[in-house]
């Protein structure tokens, strides 16, 4: 598949790296990032009562970023993989994939760790969501499987893992990011990233598939 290059068809994907910048800038000029992410962070086990409502925090925990490097790497995995993904599913699908992936990291950090007291926050767990999507839409036949279907897949567990480690790599260097950030220390939130690249790789397809039903 071809990848579109038509900003008008990606207006979400604008507004989200928009809205999620600012959101950013905001919280770094009057210095509130711990308290953007005690109180807009997903709380997989929380020791204080939060403002927000607990079925809305996976929502808000990604529009909260640790730092600068943090926010601008995922923002451009998002413009990159967002664009092309919006242009062939549709603004409306686009919303239910990314809906879906902050939903899904954040159900997959909990289940693999349901009493961490500290916030995850960060946009990566809805992003991978886009990035598995991407990998399922316009991944390209680079293993030597002669099976495309499996040789398909192995490029896309190849671009998660890639994913990952990156965001480790960024979470090290900067102790925050799209992770379980608090006092205790620095987790980089692995589960909340395959859980979100798992439902783009898994909604991809059936998401086309709906948009084109009537045609």
Known sequence: ????????????????????????????????????????????????ASPVPVWLEPLTATFVHSGLVHLLFNMVILVFCGRPVESVLGTPAMAVLYLLGAYAAAGAQYLVDPIAIAPMIGASGAISAVLGAYA?????????????????WLNALWLMAAWIVLQVIIGIALQGGSFLTGGQGLTIAVAAHVGGFVVGVLRANPLLLFKYRKA
């Open 1 to 48: 598949m071809r990848l579109p290059d038509n900003w008008r068809k990606a207006p979400l994907t604008a507004g989200l790296a928009i809205v999620t910048s600012a959101a950013w800038l905001i919280v770094a000029l009057f210095q509130l990032d711990y308290w953007a992410a005690d109180t807009f962070g997903f709380w997989p086990a929380s020791p204080v």
């Open 136 to 152: 399922m839409l316009f991944g390209r036949n680079k293993v030597k499987v002669s099976n495309p279907t499996v040789a398909l």
